[in-house]
């Protein structure tokens, strides 16, 4: 592994780990009723989501880092 691998691995993780923060702030409760079915259901949906958001932000910062 190369230091731009690296690297690529640790910018997609700390996305995905500042995203999980800020997706975290979502009260889901006002959205989804609060069984436990559904609380584990708005859980499983925030972790998707900050995937998502997370590979989105890394993928941008990575495309403005290496073309500029």
């Not at 999980?20 to 079915?37: E, H, Q, V, W």
């Amino acid at each position: 592994m190369n230091v731009r691998e690296i690297m690529r691995i640790a910018l997609h993780f700390a996305s995905f780990g500042f995203c999980f923060y800020a997706l975290s702030g979502l009260d889901l409760s006002k959205i989804m009723l609060n069984t436990p079915s559904r609380l584990a259901k708005g859980q499983t949906l925030l972790m998707l989501a900050s995937l998502g958001l997370g590979y989105l932000v890394a993928q941008f910062i990575l495309a403005i880092m290496y073309n500029l």
